[in-house]
């Protein structure tokens, strides 16, 4: 199980109690319709993670790590100081797209949705640093909209096996983000078979599906982040 | 008065339309004797009687008259051998028919393409010619200034748009980056980073290990269809080729660069491959 520390006591059962079935170099599946709170609880995962001492990769693939530390920001998660310490690694894919020229930094790498392999070269360094700094971390995907949008779904499909395999690897827990309707029903059907877990967001509950089972807890987005709403 | 040389009087619209005929024949008149002299490869005689049908086409204010006369005018170059002249003309006469929409604009597009290859084909066939005058040294046995060439080489590397773009990656991270590539077969960045892997091992002089990138990367732009970069790997190749004494090969791969690059509209990159063949042959210009 992965421990979820949250800065508000409360929630941690209800993180704990979705991510029960799920273990080190597991991937997760966080995925449902736009506008639901998929990339929220991602930050709120990535923030509670850097609370409790875990270090992080994050892949920010629909706008730029600006914009990452903007968004966290309004919740009051600030990113700066976990940057600047070392203890999350960002891979922006946007910035360069959109024409800005930047340079990596330290933990900081820029790559592109339209070049895959070096994604995963990244991804490869950043793993390998982390599982140096911590036996546990965790690596997260935000999000598949724009990497498809870009390439073959099947090369997209191929680039997921393999982040799995190197997150699996260096037993670290990874979260991939999907906006559902952004690809053809098949490939859907493909992403969900290499989950270990499914999180499936539609706005009210969150439906968490593994090898397990089943199960669904309710959900609001508030200004702390995603809120189970107790019933 | 003058309306007694034509023996009845006629509107004006006759009279402008009698002048339009005769303009026409006199045009075609023209055109009939230049084609006569250039069929005896009087050349200069045949250009005589252009000129004069272009002044005609001109005073008839007729465009498409006016792109024929410079088709014809090229075709007269194209018989003296004189290429380039010839298509110059041929791409005045394109210009021409692009702008009044002719329906003979893509015939002459054609054309223009044709003599462009007939133009690379001589140059080749002056290279071997070339080669032929040299014969008492062996393809192979040159000695070939690389690192003149390596700067040209760079040049040609600048012009892609490659897919991966590993500034100042170690050999080790680019191999590690292959085993990705080839893992999530992502042929177009497999096949940029071999070309980058081959690059090294070329200006390492280690040849025969760039040769087996080179063939690998060949393979993988021809089923991506990136055309600029299987050109450029093709230039790799034809100078390893020529090094290896292996003049056919080495050929037949500039060749190729030539016609890629010409297909992706890159005559710079022709340029080059021309310059590279240049200090390999060590033809002066």
Redesign the interface.
């Known amino acids: 199980m992965i421990s979820v520390m949250f800065m508000e006591d409360h929630n941690m059962e209800f993180f704990d109690y979705l991510f029960e079935d799920a273990a080190p170099g597991d991937l997760i599946l966080v995925y449902g319709p736009p506008k639901v709170g998929k990339s929220i609880f991602c930050y709120q995962f990535l923030y509670s993670s850097l609370v409790g001492g875990e270090p992080c990769l994050y892949i920010v693939a629909d706008y730029g790590s600006r914009q990452l530390e903007q968004r966290m920001m309004e919740f009051n998660w600030f990113l700066r100081p976990y940057i600047q310490n070392g203890d999350v690694y960002i891979i922006d894919l946007l910035t360069r797209l959109a024409g800005v020229k930047v340079e990596d930094s330290g933990t900081l790498k820029f790559s592109s949705v339209?070049?895959?392999?070096?994604l995963?070269?990244k991804v490869?360094v950043s793993t390998r640093s982390l599982f140096r700094k911590s036996s546990k971390f965790r690596a997260i995907l935000d999000s598949l909209t724009v990497i498809f949008a870009f390439n073959p779904p099947n090369?997209v499909l191929?680039?997921l096996?393999?982040y799995k395999a190197r997150i699996s690897e260096a037993r670290g827990i990874g979260v991939v983000v999907h906006t559902t309707g952004t690809v053809e029903p098949s490939i859907e059907n493909s992403l969900m078979e290499l989950a270990d877990l499914k999180l499936c967001f539609d706005g009210e509950k969150i439906q968490a599906e593994s090898s397990a089972g089943e199960k669904f807890v309710q959900y609001t987005i508030t200004d702390k982040g995603v809120k189970n709403i107790r019933g | 008065m003058i309306l007694d040389l034509f023996g009845r009087k006629r509107s004006l619209e006759d009279y402008i339309r009698r002048l339009q005929e005769l303009w026409e024949e006199e045009f075609d008149i023209l055109l009939s004797i230049a084609g006569y002299y250039l069929d005896k490869g009087e050349h200069e005689d045949a250009m005589e009687y252009l000129e004069k049908a272009f002044k005609v086409a001109v005073e008839m204010d007729d465009k498409e008259l006016e792109a024929l006369v410079l088709d014809s005018m090229g075709e007269v170059y194209l018989d003296k051998r004189e290429i380039d002249v010839a298509i110059e003309y041929f791409k005045e006469a394109f210009k021409i028919y692009s702008s009044i929409k002719s329906p003979n604009r893509e015939e002459m597009k054609e054309k223009i393409k044709e003599v462009e290859k007939m133009k690379e084909a001589i140059e080749m066939a002056k290279l071997h010619e070339k080669l032929g005058e040299t014969s008492t040294f062996r393809p192979g046995k040159f000695e070939v200034d690389i690192d003149k060439i390596v700067p040209k080489l760079r040049t040609l590397l600048g012009r892609l748009e490659s897919?991966?773009?590993?500034s100042e990656s170690s050999i080790e991270?680019l191999k590690?980056?292959l085993d990705?590539?080839a893992?999530?077969?992502?042929e177009s960045?497999?096949a940029s980073?071999l070309l980058i892997l081959g690059t090294r091992s070329f200006e390492d002089k280690n040849y025969d290990e760039a040769f087996n990138y080179f063939k690998r990367a060949e393979e993988l732009f021809s089923k991506t269809e990136d055309k600029m970069s299987l050109g450029t790997v093709n230039v790799f190749l034809g100078i390893i080729y020529f090094l290896r004494g292996n003049e056919e090969e080495a050929l037949e791969n500039f060749k190729n660069a030539i016609e890629l690059f010409r297909d992706s509209d890159d005559p710079k990159a022709s340029e080059i491959i021309r310059d590279i063949c240049r200090l390999l042959y060590r033809i002066k210009r």
């Open positions: 339209q070049n895959l392999t070096d995963m070269v490869g090369l191929r680039l096996k393999a | 897919v991966y773009k590993p991270e590690e980056a990705i590539a893992t999530i077969n992502d960045s497999e980073i």
